[in-house]
């Protein structure tokens, strides 16, 4: 009986630690990930399929898992897969139907498009470009801390970035 009751405690003490790293994390990994897809709705669903992952998984954790740095990586990790899925499932006759815009198109619209074409371009870069750019470009972090997260040295970034950098720039250079 004693038994039973200590693993039930465990239970409740495990949920409620959980739930604080939900509340404490929950609004940079949505802003990561709106920060990526530029759709508040993907990047809700990137949101809950990075913490159902968690809870999934929440009896391997130990007590020594940096979890802002893991949250950026499986954030960032899962919003490219979703940006690349959604490259994928747009078909050439879509874009062949999309009418020719006339004049000058609206600011929030270029930006719009913009936002796209990148999530687009970063789910055809290697993962550890793509990862670097989001990491320090879109999310400001500097060379020390996303050699952190990733777990590599300040160099390796720096020569991701670079690549990253120069990859996307040709990529993009009709919408910048």
Same mark, same amino acid.
């Given at each position: ?6 693993? $039930? ?15 404490? /994390?929950?609004?940079?990994? +949505?802003?990561? *990930? ?13 949101? #809950? ?6 809870? =999934? =998984?929440?009896?391997? /954790? ?16 899962? *919003? ?7 490259? +994928? ?24 498009? +913009? ?8 789910? $055809? ?28 040295? #300040? ?8 690549? *990253?950098? $120069?990859? +996307? *720039?040709?990529?993009?250079?009709? /919408?910048?």
């Amino acid at each position: 009986m004693l038994g039973v009751i200590q693993l $039930k405690l465990r239970e409740i003490l495990s949920d409620k630690k959980f739930e604080t790293l939900v509340n404490e /994390y929950s609004g940079n990994v +949505l802003n990561v *990930a709106l920060r990526i897809l530029g759709d508040s709705q993907k990047a809700q669903d990137i949101h #809950q399929e990075v913490f159902l992952e968690i809870w =999934r =998984r929440w009896h391997k /954790y130990d007590g020594r898992t940096n979890w802002s740095a893991y949250l950026y990586r499986v954030t960032v990790r899962k *919003a490219i897969a979703s940006a690349k899925r959604s490259r +994928l499932q747009q078909t050439s006759v879509e874009q062949l139907d999309r009418p020719a815009a006339v004049g000058k198109p609206d600011k929030p619209l270029e930006t719009i498009e +913009l936002q796209q074409k990148l999530a687009e371009r970063l789910a $055809k870069l290697p993962k550890r470009q793509a990862d670097v750019f989001v990491l320090s470009r879109i999310e400001g972090l500097k060379s020390e801390r996303v050699a952190e997260i990733l777990g590599c040295s #300040q160099r390796t970034v720096r020569v991701h970035l670079h690549r *990253a950098t $120069k990859r +996307l *720039a040709a990529e993009l250079s009709d /919408y910048l």
